[in-house]
């Protein structure tokens, strides 16, 4: 089965939702775990990504009240 090739602005547009859908989620997770949400912006940059999500994991997480 042969399937199309997208075209330029095809792999452009995929690429932005793929970018955006990331850094929505991971801002909303960071947000309610107490911690900043604009450390998701070291998701966009690859083996970076790998790192801050160790760091994330790893590090001490704010108790409940």
């Not at 995929?14 to 929505?24: E, R, V």
């Amino acid at each position: 089965m042969h399937f199309p090739v997208p075209s330029l602005w095809e792999q452009y547009l995929l690429q932005g939702i793929l970018i955006f859908a990331t850094l929505a989620t991971s801002a909303v997770v960071l947000g309610r775990a107490g911690r900043n949400p604009y450390f998701a912006l070291l998701m966009i940059v690859p083996y970076v990504q790998i790192i801050a999500l160790w760091v994330f994991a790893f590090s001490t997480w704010p108790r409940r009240k």
